[in-house]
């Protein structure tokens, strides 16, 4: 059975960082790419971030968090990272990660075959 599952959100002021947690259970992690997507109220679920099966050396950054979130992946671990840095009010969502049957890096959330339960973030002004 697949399991992906989220740690490491909370409640943090702007400005400050947190760094989720994915690990996943159950599938051939290194394999897969691995993305976080975010879903705050009112809004459609969107793409963070995604990085290449195997070796990571390829990642994908939404606009609206490039040089401010990094994406990084332990195999060894079944563990994908999500540092985020300089967080902004517009970052409260809940964050999931997911993975998908291929090594290569897409932001369609449609091309994913496993989600997490998520985790909440939420940054006060």
């Known amino acids: 059975q697949v399991q992906l599952v989220e740690s490491g959100g909370g409640l943090v002021q702007a400005g400050g960082s947190l760094r989720l947690s994915c690990a996943a259970s159950?599938?051939?992690?290194?394999?897969?790419?691995m993305g976080w997507f975010r879903h705050a109220p009112v809004k459609e679920r969107e793409f963070v971030a995604v990085?290449?099966?195997?070796?990571?050396?390829?990642?994908y950054y939404a606009d609206s968090v490039k040089g401010r979130f990094t994406i990084s992946r332990d195999n060894a671990k079944n563990t994908v990272y999500l540092q985020m840095n300089s967080l902004k009010p517009e970052d409260t969502a809940v964050y999931y990660c997911?993975?998908?049957?291929?090594?290569?890096?897409?932001?369609?959330?449609?091309?994913?075959?496993?989600w997490g339960q998520g985790t909440q973030v939420t940054v006060s002004s």
């Open positions: 997911a993975a998908r049957s291929s090594v290569v890096v897409t932001a369609d959330a449609n091309e994913y075959d496993y």
């Open positions: 159950g599938l051939t992690f290194s394999r897969r790419a």
């Open positions: 990085i290449r099966g195997w070796s990571g050396v390829s990642t």
